[in-house]
């Protein structure tokens, strides 16, 4: 026994060597397994890099050297704006600082000198690093070469961030950095990034903030220049002051720790207001008279692309717009050459304002869009048709008040309502119509047409505000829920959004969200095309309804008698909205007189929404023609639009059938049709007013100066007291507003 335990002791160490071999070829194995594992993914990662890279956008010095502009152009191809500066303040690199150079390396790619490939992985692998300890992207690792890149060849849109365009980009910046020197790259750089407002280059942004040459800047001066590409509109020290602030003195600091300027240069320069030498930006020169035409619908189209995640300030783009640029130059000639009468004598010269927008219903394309009169001097200023948001008056009753009504209730044009003394409910304030009476019963076309107050309100009553607002939510109008019943007589939405609700009937019940761009084509040859997509919101039945008593509207005789025109199939409202009592009190002259005037108006194939009124209470109100002077341009505009193209009626729907001038909903015929119970002297009257001082100021004079009934337009004396909506904060005069909504509707 003892013999075999010492003979097993002496063969176990014989045993070792086999096991230690077994684990060395173990780990032999998964070494070359994960050699090859690890070979295969570079060869894959250099395959793809390769396929990606082959299809890359050719670079050249021309393109290197060439500022940052996008193309604007028409939806026909007509050229119509680029934005950028066209002169540029290209400064050379023997006139660039060495300061200005320092700054920049310094607060975009410190290592920039030091690397020589074009990227830096270093770099990037700390930025990946940076951005997950932080748990966002915040941080990037792109290079002065590859920022240079992207912004010669392609997009910053996040969106385009993807494989493909990365591994282009690199390879572009790897091709720059062998053919080019450090301080070519930089000079092609610092002559490119966007110093907002247009200016291209930092040649010109110090020629736009400090009307001097680069090389006389002073090193806060040079500092903030450094600042601004990164965000140009964010650091604008003109509006945003103290974000440029902190901004040039991180790169001040930045500067400091990368040892290109002293203590006391950090100190002195970081202690410098950051206004310091700012011209006053009122001293620019404004903008080209040509672009005025375009003005209101390119800042509009500018925002729309921003939201569309592109940069058109530094992308290098070609937008097509849904702008017929014909269309937008003959609107703009409307409202400032004279061919539509507006204010130009006394001392309201020229201060009639006016908002406008024309849309393609089946589409929803902006065909043209118009903000605002006698703004050449004025770039990107304040746009009437989308910022401001004045009450309606009447034109809102289609939308809110009527087709709810046969939407949800199946009502029929012949359907009696009640025009007679009301009260708003849990109040004491009578609502009147604009006559100063009461028609009785009247059927809802002649509601509609004749423009009773009470019938609309009585009707959105019935219909509840809740449901309504739903209703008109789905074209793109928010009303608030708990907005009294006055709502239904005036509500404060802009011409664009009446011009996108109109449309819904125009096309037979569709919605289309309003766009501006049609496609974008980046500068690496990618083509984004956008489409609205249409929503139905409304039976074809009820659009069909409304546009046969809104027909009504526009004959002769009735309140859109000025928008008449001979053979086109045309519906549409007026709107007129009064003062208050509070600001009659101040203006007692304005009496008599509209505060705003509203046209909405479409056939077929356009719709055209205008407001026109005064920006200021005290720069006068609308009197004698100028109350006509929307549905002028609204005939004007549509004759222009509607020469080249098909004029078809509306096909009544299969689910409408007609009983003598009434329509119904198929199932739910009226049982009795309109013979309403109106006194003959009642009804004379109506048609006296049909015209009412929208036509024209004779018209006025013409009636009994001593009736109470003739001091007022088509429009509600009182109202329910609410709360006031809140407005743009751009709005020129928050005193022109009436925050009881008093004398509104018409």
Partial sequence: MTNNKELKRKRAPQQTPK????????????????????????????????????????ITQDKLQS?????????????????????????????????????????????????SLGIDPIRIITSALGNIKSGSAASG??????????????????????????????????QVEREYSKDQILEFYLNKVYMNYGNYGVGTGAKYYYGKELKQLSLPQIALMAAMPNAPTNYDPYVYPDNALKRRNLVLSEMLENQKITQDQYQQAINTPITDGLVDQNSHKTQDSNNAITDAYIK???????????NPYQDNLKITLNMDYDAQKRLYNLANNGAVSFSNSGSSKGLLQVGA????????????????RNQDNVQFGYNRAVQQTRSTGSTIKPLLDYAPAIEYLNWSTSKYLDDSKYIYPGTNVQLYDWDMQYMGLISMKTALVQSRNV???????????????????????????????????????????LAAGYATFANGGTYYQPTYIQKVESADGNVETYNSTGVRVMKESTAYMITDMLKGVIQPGQFGSSAYISGLSQAGKTGTVQYSPEELAKYPNYASTPKDSWFSGYSKNYVMSIWTGYDNIGDGTIRGTESNSAQLLYRNMMQYLSQDVSNSD????????????????????PQVTETPSVSSSSTRQSSSQSSSFESSESSRNDRSSSSSSHATNDDNQNTDVTSPQSREEEKPDNNNRNDNQNNTGE
């Fill in 67 to 115: 500022g940052g502009s996008t193309q604007i152009y028409d939806k026909n191809g007509t050229f119509v704006r680029s934005i950028g500066t066209q002169e540029r303040d290209y400064v050379t690199n023997e006139n660039i600082p060495q300061i200005m150079k320092d700054a920049i390396v310094s607060i975009e790619d410190r290592r920039f000198y030091q690397q």
């Fill in 455 to 497: 019938p609309a309100v009585k009707t959105l009553q019935e219909v509840g505000i809740s449901k309504a607002s739903d209703f008109v939510k789905a074209m793109g109008i928010d009303i608030d829920k708990n907005s009294g019943l006055s709502v239904g007589i005036g509500a404060d939405i802009s011409s664009l959004q």
């Fill in 357 to 372: 927008t024309v849309v393609d219903p089946n589409t929803g394309g902006i065909v043209a869009m118009i903000g605002g």
């Fill in 650 to 669: 509306w096909k009544q729907p299969s689910s409408v059938e007609r009983v003598g001038t009434g329509l119904h909903v198929k199932g739910y015929a």
């Fill in 300 to 310: 509009e189209a500018l925002t729309e692309a921003q939201k569309l995640n592109y």
């Fill in 141 to 174: 690792g792109s290079t002065i070469t590859q920022q240079l890149v992207k912004l010669t060849s392609f997009s910053t849109s996040s969106d385009q961030r993807t494989l493909r365009r990365k591994a282009q980009e690199a390879w572009l910046a790897m």
């Fill in 19 to 58: 096991k230690a071999k077994k684990k060395s070829r173990l780990w032999v194995r998964i070494t070359k397994w994960f050699l090859m594992i690890v070979t295969f993914f570079l060869v894959c990662g250099i395959g793809l890099f390769a396929f990606y890279a082959k299809d890359a956008p050719a």
